[in-house]
Every structure is written in structure tokens, then in C-alpha cells.
């Protein structure tokens, strides 16, 4: 058996704030994804959950700590391109139609006609079969974050990081769009970090749900979800669905009064 | 709907030219004044038959494309660096200032001094004119550019090259429009004034020629096509507008 898909260890993000003390955004996190595994991470707001997305993904370097990919420290962002990265708003280049926003990972990389067939692929898969002409101005917001998965599965990444991807959606998209994220994870089967605010969708789609401290972010526990897949809405009703949700809501309230007593969110 | 509109317009137009027309046949007995609208076709049939008119058609735009490509090419070019490098910015800041606030006229004669009364003067205010719009506009567009976009770029291992090809430059593309439009009236009014002062062509040059000879009708007609290369010019940037940033739903004029 292989080792993790991903290690972190003890990783800390401080920045310098002029004065002595320097801002600690995280501390101390470690945490490990096995191969095709689905994390998600709830925490308050402000806890570091997108810092902590960036440092995994190379776009800022730890304060300290380490991170393995494949048993392999990374230094600063490697030139291979073994990570997904759906963001937190909209991100898509307004300038490029879907299939172009997709190919922008695989230009350069693969030659023309292969990367359009893989950008298609993955637009298939999510569902937009028949949209690769049209600009993001003329897609819904749902129809936006397809795409954005897309552009972020056909670059096929060992580790598909997703910070909120679905907050800026309205009810209904947005559970439609769980759904389809957990049809499409059953196909690709990546490894996933999901970061949300809302637990329900958290415990819907992962294995293991990680629960962050209010800021400074250290891990304050975690759980694995023990419902079977493949799983549909009605797992929401499942007795072990409500207590689990309950559970972690006590916790995430219990952190966001914390995080208010020691300073004003 | 948009036929409509142009319908009516063409509409309002023939009408305002049978008015005049009729007016001045009723009101003046000089045509020296203002030649009646038929004057100035008869006028313009004779000097394009003439092929006159050709040339000096000819030679203005070819001035103008020359200064306007070059402005562009030049604009953008430097206008980049300004926006990603601030030391670049404020070692050109002072002589865009100065380039920006001497006035045309004062600038033409001075040009005309030093590259004489041909194309290669025309092309030099030309530049001066739309340059510097163009360049503002180039360093707002990248300095104001969604960092999401970058963080993107890095994400996707881009290199700076791609960076630059890919996010930065298509990113700035509607403020290097922006930039581009508000210089095309201004350089074809600098190209006029360059001839009208000298030139031994151009339309610029016809004004000064039919204004010295009292040639009212000649005069109308360089005018009118005057207008005309100003809505051309204006219709060809919307047009390309439309053609390079097609995510822009609609410009706003
Ligand atoms: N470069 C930086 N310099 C200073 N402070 C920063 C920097 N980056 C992030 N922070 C701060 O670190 C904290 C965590 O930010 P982060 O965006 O990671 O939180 P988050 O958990 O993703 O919050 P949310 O759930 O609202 O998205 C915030 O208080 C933010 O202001
Ligand atoms: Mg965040």
C-alpha cells in the first residue's frame, strides 16, 4: 500500500504585522489524505481555511512545517502542476469561452487536438455538454463553478483543492450542485480538500469532516462519516447524519464565541 | 430595431440637406457663403474625377494609420511596463506630463522644424496626441487587473511569458481600447492641423488651398469627407472592439 496522497506537518502561516508580534493565521496543523479520500474542512470564519489552501497549493510558503505530496516535500510552487485549485469567487477569465477557461492548464502542456478532447471530456463530465462556446457572462452561477471544476479536474491533479465552491449559490443550485459533486468524485475518484461553512454539505460529500479553531487555526477534531456511498439526499434524514451535524455545529459555535470574546470578528 | 433607428437617421439627414439646399437657393444669391448642398456634390464629382481628391485623401489616412499604429504599438508597449513596474512608472511620469500639456498648435511648428513638412512630422504629432492616452490607459488596465486572476495563473504554473499573453494583456484589453478611442478623434483633428500649417498634400493641406482661393464648395467637401474619417475611424475601433473583447456585451459610448 502506498503511503498518503498528502502529509502536512505542524504547518504554521505567520505574517510580520510591523509591531513584535507577528499574525498567526494558522498553527501547528497536521493532517493526512490517503489516496482518493474526501476531506472537508468547517471552521469560523477567518480561521485560515483559504491560507491554509494557498500554502498546500504553493502560492504562499509555510511560516515552518512541512508538506509531502506522494512521500515528496514541496518547496514554493513546484513546476508540476499536481494540484486542482477551484477557488473561492469567480474566477473564470471573462475573456475566454468554457472550453478555452478549460484548456488554460493544458496549453503548452499537451498538443492542440489532445488538450481540446480532454477539455471536452471534462466539460462533459460536468455537465456542459453544448456550453463550450459560451463566455462565463453568459452562464449561470452554477453553470460557472462547472467550468471551474472542469478547468480544475482536466489539468488531472493528484489533490483537488475546493474552498467554498458553492457559497455563492443560491438553495437550490447549490444542493443540485452537491449532487453532482458527488457523482462526479465517484467518477474520477480524486483526492479532495472541501472547505464549506455549511456542515450539512460537508458531511454529505466527505469521509472525514476536519473541525478548525477560530484563529489562530489549529485541527480541533475530526470525524468520519459513517454513512455508505454511493449516498443521496435521503442520508440526510439518517439518525448518524443529524447527531454528527450536531455535533459539529456545537463545536463551530462554541469556536465562533471564543474567536468573539478575544476579539471582535 | 437598430434598422429603424438607422432608417430614421438617414431620414433626418435628407431632410436637413433639402432644407439647406432650398434655403440657400431661396435666401443668398452668393454661393460664396455657403454653397447649396448640390454645389458641394458637383464639387466633390469634379475633384474625385480629377482623381485630386485620391491623393489627398490618400495621404492623410496613410499619415494617420501610420501615427495611430505607432502610437499603439508603442502606447501599449511602455504603457505594460508602467503598470507592472512602479519605478517604471515614476521615471516616465514627468515627461508624460510635459508631452501631455504642450498644446498641438504650439507643437506643430516646432516639429515641423525638426522632421520638416513630410509623412514622417505628420506621424510624430499624430503620436504625441493619442500616445500618451493610450498608455494611461495600458498602465491602469494592468495595474488594476483582479488578483484572483493572478493567484490563478500561479495556481496553473503558468510562466510570466503565458502571464503576460494570457491574464495580464487580455485583462487590460478594454482599457487599451478605452485608450484608443479616446485618442482616434483627437490624432485625425492633429494630422488637419499639421497640414493646414504644411503639407504639400493631404486634406488638411485641400482646406488650406480652397480657403486661400475662396472656394467654398471645395471647402464643404473636405469637410464633409473630414466627418466622414472621423466616423469611420470611430465605427472601426467599435467594430474591432466588438471583434477583440466579444465578452463585453455592450460598449458604452
Ligand atoms: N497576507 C495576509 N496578510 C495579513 N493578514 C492576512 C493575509 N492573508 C490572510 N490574512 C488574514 O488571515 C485570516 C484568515 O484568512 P483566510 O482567508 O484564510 O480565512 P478563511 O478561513 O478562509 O475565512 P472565510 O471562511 O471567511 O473565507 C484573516 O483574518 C485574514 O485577514
Ligand atoms: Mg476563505
Known amino acids: 500500500m502506498a503511503g498518503p496522497v498528502l502529509e502536512i506537518r505542524n504547518l504554521t502561516k505567520e505574517v510580520p504585522t510591523g509591531n513584535q508580534e507577528p499574525f498567526v493565521i494558522f498553527k501547528n496543523i497536521s493532517l493526512i489524505v490517503k489516496e482518493g479520500e474526501f476531506v472537508s474542512i468547517v471552521g469560523p470564519s477567518g480561521c485560515g481555511k483559504t491560507t491554509l489552501l494557498r500554502v498546500i497549493n504553493g502560492l504562499l510558503s509555510p511560516s515552518s512545517g512541512q508538506i509531502y505530496i506522494d512521500g515528496k516535500e514541496q518547496t514554493g510552487a513546484g513546476k508540476d502542476l499536481v494540484m486542482g485549485f477551484v477557488f473561492q469567487g469567480a474566477s473564470l477569465l471573462p475573456w475566454r469561452t468554457s472550453v478555452k477557461n478549460v484548456l488554460l492548464g493544458l496549453e503548452g502542456k499537451k498538443n492542440s487536438g489532445e488538450a481540446e478532447e480532454i477539455a471536452r471530456f471534462y466539460l462533459s463530465l460536468v455537465g456542459l455538454s453544448g456550453f463550450e462556446h459560451h463566455y462565463p457572462h453568459q452562464l449561470s452561477g452554477g453553470m460557472q463553478q462547472r467550468v471551474n471544476l472542469a478547468r480544475a479536474l482536466a489539468v488531472d491533479p493528484r489533490i483537488l483543492l475546493m474552498d467554498e465552491p458553492f457559497a455563492a449559490l443560491d438553495a437550490q443550485t447549490r444542493t443540485f450542485m452537491q449532487l453532482e459533486l458527488l457523482r462526479i468524485w465517484s467518477q474520477t475518484k480524486k483526492t479532495v480538500i472541501f472547505i464549506t461553512h455549511m456542515i450539512s454539505e460537508a458531511i454529505l460529500l466527505s469521509d472525514r469532516v476536519i473541525v478548525f479553531s477560530h484563529r489562530p487555526g489549529r485541527v480541533r477534531s475530526e470525524f468520519a462519516v459513517p454513512l455508505a456511498r454511493p449516498r443521496s439526499l435521503d442520508i440526510k434524514s439518517d439518525r448518524r447524519f443529524v447527531e454528527l451535524e450536531n455535533v459539529v455545529w456545537k463545536q463551530i459555535e462554541e469556536e465562533v464565541r471564543a474567536a468573539r470574546e478575544g476579539s471582535p470578528i | ?253
Request: proline residues 5%; aromatic residues 12%; positive net charge.
Open chain 2, 1 to 253: 430595431m437598430q434598422q429603424r433607428g438607422l432608417r430614421r437617421g438617414l431620414l433626418s439627414i435628407l431632410g436637413g440637406l433639402i432644407l439647406w439646399e432650398v434655403l440657400t437657393r431661396l435666401l443668398l444669391e452668393d454661393e460664396l457663403l455657403i454653397p447649396p448642398p448640390t454645389s458641394v456634390a458637383r464639387s466633390l464629382w469634379k475633384l474625385s474625377f480629377a482623381g485630386e481628391l485620391n491623393r489627398h485623401l490618400y495621404a492623410t489616412l496613410f499619415e494617420f494609420a501610420c501615427g495611430f499604429s505607432t502610437a499603439c504599438a508603442v502606447g501599449i508597449f511602455l504603457g505594460y511596463l508602467m503598470g507592472r513596474y512602479r519605478w517604471f512608472d515614476e521615471l516616465m511620469d514627468p515627461w508624460i506630463a510635459t508631452l501631455y500639456s504642450i498644446p498641438v498648435i504650439a507643437f506643430v511648428p516646432l516639429i515641423i522644424i525638426w522632421f520638416g513638412i513630410g509623412l514622417f512630422s505628420k506621424i510624430v504629432v499624430v503620436f504625441k496626441i493619442t500616445a500618451v492616452a493610450i498608455m494611461l490607459n495600458t498602465a491602469a488596465g494592468i495595474k488594476n487587473i483582479d488578483p484572483v486572476w493572478l493567484e490563478l495563473s500561479r495556481s496553473m504554473r503558468l510562466s510570466p511569458w503565458e502571464t503576460t499573453a494570457k491574464i495580464r494583456l487580455p485583462a487590460a484589453l478594454p482599457y487599451i481600447i478605452t485608450g484608443m478611442r479616446l485618442g482616434v478623434g483627437r490624432a485625425l483633428l492633429g494630422v488637419i492641423v499639421a497640414e493646414l500649417m504644411a503639407a504639400n498634400e493631404g486634406l488638411g493641406y485641400l482646406l488650406r488651398e480652397a480657403s486661400e482661393t475662396w472656394d467654398s464648395p471645395k471647402l464643404f467637401v473636405t469637410v464633409v469627407l473630414l466627418a466622414a474619417m472621423g466616423m469611420g475611424s470611430f465605427g472601426l475601433i467599435k467594430k474591432g472592439e466588438q471583434r477583440l473583447a466579444p465578452w463585453r456585451e455592450s460598449a458604452e459610448w
